[in-house]
């Protein structure tokens, strides 16, 4: 499975290579290929526990989000119902982190 934001975790293999081997072999060649859940599926329930938890991962998930089928409205949907159950201010992180992927989409290259 392709990771999310381009893989930007990678880097982290020369530091730590079994925690990058166990995401790449369990993680995502594993458990986000499982068919019992889509990709929407997976990125959808992944995306609202990293807004949940406050995770810098939420952006780069976000992208993966869109790609796997998710919307923009969806996520900004998803943003508004999770702040009622994981607090108004990592909702506010979720959607300025929302509108900056929107933005960078819009922008010219």
């Known amino acids: 499975m392709k990771r999310p934001a381009g893989g930007r975790g990678r880097e ?17 060649d594993k458990v986000w290929e499982r068919g019992e859940l889509s990709p929407r599926d997976r990125s959808l329930i992944t995306i609202t ?3 949940a938890l406050n995770r810098e991962q939420t952006q780069g998930h976000m992208e993966l ?4 089928g998710l919307t923009v409205e969806e996520l900004g949907e998803a943003i508004a119902h999770i702040a009622f159950y994981a607090g108004w201010p ?11 992927l929107v933005d960078a989409q819009k922008a010219p290259d």
């Open 12 to 28: 982290l293999a020369a530091v730590a290579p079994l925690l990058d081997e166990l995401t790449q072999d369990i993680l995502y």
């Open 49 to 51: 526990c990293l807004i």
């Open 65 to 68: 989000g869109l790609e796997n």
């Open 90 to 100: 990592v909702a506010v992180s979720a959607a300025r982190k929302l509108k900056t």
